[in-house]
């Protein structure tokens, strides 16, 4: 099982996320066997959404964690933050959001939120390999 940790700070956000990103896409290029084309490109999607949002909403700094199983890939976050992300109808105005969590649910084959003792938590979701 491959598994890679990173630790992203929020200041630049966009710098941050996309470093993310760019580590996720190092990570997924070394399995063997490669992942198809869509997965891989699902898995850096919810890597840029579950990471942007701990940022924004979960105190500033956060732990990425990629976890290569047999038959999926796991991106789990971790941020100091209590509040869970919460399904929403979406802002089509362009104010506030409301996209990405469904989107992570749509693309997952399951998600999880675990609550950690020390007040944060872990946002979790498990993709096709």
Do not use: Y
Not at 54 to 72: E, K, M, V
Not at 73 to 94: F, H, K, N, T
């Amino acid at each position: 099982m491959d598994t890679m940790s990173i630790a992203v700070a929020s200041t630049p956000l966009a710098a941050t996320v996309g470093d993310a990103r760019d580590r996720a896409r190092e990570f997924l290029v070394r399995l063997r066997p490669a992942l198809a084309v869509g997965a891989a490109d699902a898995v850096i999607l919810v890597v840029s959404e579950l990471v942007t949002n701990a940022l924004r909403h979960g105190g500033g700094t956060c732990a990425l964690d990629l976890t290569a199983h047999p038959h999926g890939i796991e991106v789990a976050v971790r941020d100091p933050s209590p509040q869970v992300p919460l399904m929403r109808a979406p802002d089509l105005s362009g104010g506030t959001g409301g996209f990405g969590w469904p989107m992570v649910n749509r693309l997952a084959r399951s998600t999880a939120v675990i609550r950690q003792a020390s007040g944060g938590k872990i946002v979790s979701a498990l993709l096709a390999r």
